[in-house]
């Protein structure tokens, strides 16, 4: 189990930055999944996303913190934002986003129950160990191995980006009416 | 260097994608773009057959298993008889849906764009032997579905098809994501080989808690892929809503592409943890079988009907897994089951391939799933009727259809473990035959001996014809299906190659 004694713990001034992440994280994944606003729900979203990219950095992971940032709060927020927008949904408190009481209590069992599990199984399995000198990953080094060993993984993900494309936009457009394909305007 | 001829397959078919995506840009007939499709999955069946006898031509350096990218990617019997199913089973499902999509205001090319994209990535996924690798090689088969579950657009139960389908598909994504990631913490390897043997070392210390997180959450990912009961809700919605060739692609490629990363990742990366993941797919087993055969019994809509029989089949492939059960298997006995899982699965899609190639075909007459309209088609269509028996008494497994041997091999490979728990496993399974026999004769029965109902021109369907493109694929998976079950050597002899893939590499 955990090693290190409280006088070390707060002895060392990496922990409360960890924390000074942390805790606001935590806030912030708390309000996503209760605050009964899409728009709310999806800034802190932002926040949540921040704070574990902060936690990348404290860890010398500067790749995945930056990916993470653009990526995650770059790219995928910003489309949710849009969607809401584009689809006119409605935006602000939204009813219907509450579960009855009986809903929510056993997903809050069911979701406790795995954070005990999954915490205690981590704990036993990495509570001793620290973390060694963090190695500066080149961003060099990860184009090398994705162009080498990953090289299958990176192609495919790329035909899994362009069918997403192309099916999402036959999905989404308007279908030509039978008149306009009739007057060989469109086609399907 | 790149060895290309192993890549071959991968290639072509990437290629055929792309010129199915260009040939959609021409004002051609859309059915053109089909028949691109075909030709592409025909031409990359080719390197699959050059590399399966690479020994005996003389062009081809036999250099045996073939692996890539430093362990990750292999080309072995294995993955090339899988490789082979697939480009087979989708040229089929590709047949099914020309005509249906001509029947009706289709997208069409985008649609074979999709369904040839999922094709790739189950192609990518018989040769993944690493987390990475395969975790998106299952992206890229599932991806692509989601949208064609929902390309019935005006339709809402199709909508309410696709949307199911999609969330349940990400958060499944999501659970086996997670738990790769512990995989892939606790030994600190993403080859299966690594993490073989890197778990040797686990049993017993700190870590194993982690690992056996990690082991079940990856396991609980691909139940949700092979929608295994208790993780099967989304499976008769999205069936019955989605375009019936897509409901056929799903229930064959797309399932088997799950059960082979099934099959990998347990019989490879886990191969030392049987005491866990044989208790889990024990339990997945008996439930799938028992659970999809008695809602089977209860179904009026046929796609309903086939879905819940997907379930179930879906049990009676996990049952040799789930016969690992039983402490201390060894090697030949594991072999066994392998052999078993990989037969029932090439069986599995020519059969239920052709029940489905039979329902289009039939639903394009009646325009109903309705079993009830479906009643005296021998009257009015005896070729499609006799079909519908072949293909429906095969799934249930009777003498002389192919049906009949994947189940022999299944409960053998059960049996030679031995033991309480095989036994048990044994006996749910042949329950289960009997269920299923029921409800597969039941519609054979109506389309036999009940009278038409009314309401069913039988003049005007009696002159209606069969689609050239849909009686090709009848004949196809007729064949199959006979063929196989006069001669069962030729899949023995077939799943025999796999077996050196379950002695490890």
């Known amino acids: ?188 | 260097m790149i060895d290309y001829h192993a890549l071959a397959p991968e290639l072509l078919l990437a290629g055929t994608v792309l010129a199915v995506l260009t040939v959609d840009l021409l004002r051609v007939e859309k059915y053109w773009v089909a028949v691109v499709g075909l030709f592409g999955l025909f031409l990359s069946f080719i390197p699959v057959l050059t590399l399966g006898f690479c020994d005996t031509l003389t062009f081809c350096e036999d250099t045996g298993t073939r692996f890539l990218f430093g362990e990750s990617y292999a080309v072995d019997s294995f993955s090339l008889v899988l490789k082979a199913l697939f480009l087979g089973s989708a040229f089929v499902a590709v047949l099914l849906s020309v005509g249906y999509l001509e029947s009706d205001r289709f997208w069409q090319g985008e649609f074979y764009f999709l369904m040839l994209s999922s094709v790739l990535g189950a192609v990518v996924m018989a040769s993944s032997r690493d987390l990475v690798t395969i975790f998106v090689a299952l992206e890229l088969v599932t991806g692509p579905t989601f949208l064609m579950a929902g390309w019935r657009k005006g339709d809402p139960r199709s909508n309410e098809a696709m949307l199911k389908f999609f969330i349940i598909g990400v958060l499944s994504a999501a659970l086996l994501l997670f738990g790769m990631s512990l995989v892939y913490g606790t030994t600190g390897e993403l080859t299966f080989a690594g993490i073989r043997a890197e778990a040797a070392g686990i049993r017993g210390g700190d870590l194993e808690a982690l690992f056996t997180v990690g082991v079940l959450f990856t396991l609980l990912g691909f139940a949700f892929k092979v929608s295994a009961v208790p993780f099967h809700f989304w499976t008769p919605d999205t069936y019955e809503g989605s375009p019936t060739p897509v409901t056929a692609y799903l229930s064959v490629v797309s399932k088997t592409a799950g059960f082979v990363g099934l099959l990998a990742i347990c019989y490879l990366a886990f191969r030392d943890a049987t005491f866990l993941w044989g208790p889990a797919l024990w339990v997945l087993a008996a439930a799938s079988m028992t659970v999809g055969n008695l809602a089977a019994l209860r179904q009026t809509n046929i796609v309903r009907l086939l879905g819940y029989s997907s379930i179930a089949q879906g049990g009676f492939i996990l049952v040799p897994f789930g016969a690992a059960v039983a402490a201390g298997v060894t090697d030949v006995q594991l072999e066994e089951a392998f052999f078993a899982t990989v037969t029932y699965l090439l069986i599995y899609a020519f059969m239920n391939l052709g029940a489905f190639a039979v329902i289009i075909a039939g639903g394009n007459r009646l325009r109903s799933a309705e079993i009830g309209d479906w009643a005296g088609m021998f009257g009015y269509a005896p070729g499609l009727a006799t079909m519908l028996a072949v293909f429906f008494f095969s799934l249930a497994g009777i003498p002389p259809l192919a049906g009949w041997f994947a189940k022999f091999v299944m409960f053998r490979a059960v049996l030679s473990v031995g033991g309480g728990w095989a036994a048990a496993l044994a006996i749910i399974a042949a329950v289960n035959s009997v269920i299923a026999f029921v409800y597969y004769a039941k519609v054979v029965k109506s389309a036999f001996m009940d009278p038409a109902p009314e309401h069913v021109a039988v003049a005007d369907l009696a002159r209606m014809p069969t689609v050239p493109s849909l009686q090709f694929a009848l004949v196809l998976t007729v064949a199959g299906v006979i063929v196989l079950g006069i001669f069962p050597g030729i899949i023995a002899e077939i799943g025999e190659l796999t077996k050196t893939f379950a002695s490890g590499f």
Do not use: C
């Not at chain 1, 999402?168 to 279908?175: C, E, F, L, M, T």
């Open chain 1, 1 to 188: 189990m955990v090693a290190v004694t409280a006088g070390d713990w707060f002895s060392t001034p990496e922990n409360y930055v960890f924390l000074a992440i942390a805790l606001p994280l935590v806030f912030a994944g708390w309000r996503v999944v209760t605050s009964s606003n899409v728009v709310h729900a999806v800034l802190y979203l932002v926040g949540a996303l921040g704070g574990s990219a902060a936690l990348f950095l404290l860890l010398g992971a500067e790749f995945v913190a930056w990916a993470v940032v653009l990526v995650y709060i770059g790219a995928v927020v910003v489309l949710f934002l849009f969607g809401i927008m584009i689809t006119r949904a409605p935006i602000g408190v939204e009813v219907e986003l509450s579960h009855p009481l009986r809903v929510r209590i056993s997903a809050a069992l069911v979701s406790g129950a795995l954070f005990v599990l999954i915490a205690i199984a981590a704990l036993t399995a990495f509570g001793s160990e620290s973390i060694p000198e963090a190695e500066v990953t080149r961003t060099a080094d990860i184009g090398q191995s994705i162009f080498e060993r990953f090289v299958i993984p990176f192609e495919v993900v790329s035909v899994v980006l362009l069918a997403a494309l192309v099916g999402g936009i036959v999905i989404a457009r308007r279908d030509p009416s039978p008149e306009e394909i009739a007057a060989g305007k469109e086609t399907l």
